[in-house]
């Protein structure tokens, strides 16, 4: 998953399909999104935490 630092608002997921790569990308017209600590530039994020992360939840 790839973030917008400087703004904040534009997060990108890349996942395989079993097929291929897949792109998604989401930029929030208000606020920014959440993101916890990265311990060694590593976060890990469950099914729940994800979903709360796209719709701009702070789930922290």
Known sequence: ML???Q???LVK???WDGDGLC????RLERGRFVW???EKGVVGLSR???SMLLEGIDWR
């Open 3 to 5: 973030n917008d630092v």
């Open 7 to 9: 703004f904040g608002d």
């Open 13 to 15: 997921l890349l996942w």
């Open 23 to 26: 792109l998604f990308a989401k």
């Open 36 to 38: 916890p600590r990265a």
């Open 48 to 50: 729940a935490q994800l």
